[in-house]
């Protein structure tokens, strides 16, 4: 069936430097897209979402970039801390029904 | 502001006994309501969701039920739990759009860790 994937599934980073996760989804005409951030025990957090009319979109200390030619999603997070380490899903919304589709998930260690 | 409860947090049940997960939402009313399972260090999978009181749609047959008895209650259960049934169980909520579709984001509660031994 479709999914979401992602490409990396550990990422380590020193503390301060900018990370990149990735993620691949297989459906075209998804036109909603979601990063979720989790810490261990805890549900999903909502980080930032972008719609399929965008190729990028600004939060704080985040970006995220879209490439419908490639089906590729990216979620950049500048000057990592310590309080970034979790595990980041990536998520599309499918074109029919109620439904997301989640990827496994990116654990991000950041290393002091 | 609009929360989301799970109850209880934790969970350790031998196998083959009853299960119900409790899930409610406050600030918001008709909102779309669904339970995801998380096994370990896999991604989420969506098991029901509701758009309405009554109205469940199944994703994955499994030993699993749902039910919605009131607008912003929904309940995960099971006759007899299996081994496989351990997870991490998140209910989640968005909003319904007027064309009937789900809006952007889903808001997720703090999950309900069931350990089946």
């Known amino acids: 069936g479709e999914s979401v994937g992602l490409h990396l599934p550990t990422l380590s980073v020193q503390e301060g430097d900018n990370s990149i996760i990735n993620c691949a989804y297989s459906n075209s005409a998804s036109d909603y897209f979601i990063w979720y951030k989790q810490e261990s025990g805890k549900g999903p957090q909502f980080i930032i979402d972008i719609r399929s009319n965008m190729d990028k979109r600004q939060g704080q200390r985040v970006t995220v970039l879209l490439n419908k030619t490639v089906k590729h999603l990216s979620l950049q997070i500048a000057a990592t801390q310590p309080g970034d380490s979790a595990v980041y899903f990536c998520a599309e919304r499918l074109p029919y029904g109620q439904n997301f589709v989640f990827g496994p998930g990116t654990r991000l260690s950041v290393l002091p | 502001s609009q929360t989301i409860h799970q109850w209880p947090a934790t969970l350790v049940q031998p196998v083959g006994s009853p299960l119900s997960l409790e899930c409610t939402v406050e600030g918001t009313s008709n909102p779309n309501l669904y339970w995801y399972r998380q096994a370990a260090g896999r991604g989420l999978q969506l098991l029901f969701y509701?758009?309405?009181?009554?109205?469940i749609s199944s994703e994955v047959p499994q030993n699993l039920s749902a039910s919605r008895p009131q607008d912003r209650q929904f309940i995960l259960s099971s006759k007899k739990l299996l081994l496989s049934d351990s997870g991490f169980y998140l209910c989640?909520?968005?909003?319904?759009?007027?064309?009937?579709?789900?809006?952007?984001?889903?808001?997720f509660g703090p999950g309900t860790r069931l350990t089946v031994t």
């Open positions: 509701s758009v309405g009181i009554g109205q």
């Open positions: 989640a909520w968005s909003v319904i759009t007027s064309s009937g579709r789900s809006s952007y984001e889903q808001y």
